[in-house]
């Protein structure tokens, strides 16, 4: 299935502290160079689609609380600081992606050169991927 978001940003835009809540569809579509940062999606049921969908390279997620799972695809985009609830996982496709600081169930890396440290997942969930994958700080489960 084909989703529309219900937001859409595109190249260079900016969204901070908007309070998101979708049904049936991605809250928000991040096309690139963009900056979401100190966002809850929250109450989030998008049935097979993800809360968040980043395309593009050089986009910024930061100090955001989501539900559902994220997808960013591209390169260079920086997800730093966010918090998920279950089930919630970011999943990133692309090179040089850099993560760091985020609590969740899990994160899973569907390329190589990908960048995280000091976050954290919790159990069964975890980090999961393909070579390629740099560490820096300690990782923790609990």
């Given at each position: 299935s084909t989703f529309e978001p219900s937001l859409q940003i595109g190249a260079d835009s900016r969204v901070t502290g908007a309070d998101f809540g979708c049904d049936e569809t991605p809250c928000l579509s991040a096309r690139g160079s963009s900056l979401i940062?100190?966002?809850?999606f929250l109450d989030v049921n998008n049935e097979g689609a993800p809360a968040v969908s980043i395309w593009g390279d050089a986009t910024i997620f930061e100090d955001n609380i989501f539900e559902n799972w994220i997808s960013i695809s591209g390169n260079d985009n920086v997800v730093a600081r966010n918090l998920s609830n279950d089930p919630a996982s970011i999943e990133v496709s692309g090179t040089g992606n850099i993560l760091e600081g985020n609590i969740g169930p899990s994160i899973a890396f569907e390329n190589t050169g990908n960048?995280?440290?000091?976050?954290?997942?919790?159990?069964?969930?975890?980090?999961?991927?393909?070579?390629?994958?740099?560490?820096?700080?300690?990782?923790?489960?609990?």
């Open positions: 940062r100190g966002c809850p960048f995280f440290g000091n976050n954290r997942v919790a159990l069964p969930g975890g980090f999961s991927g393909t070579d390629g994958n740099v560490d820096w700080g300690g990782n923790v489960t609990y």
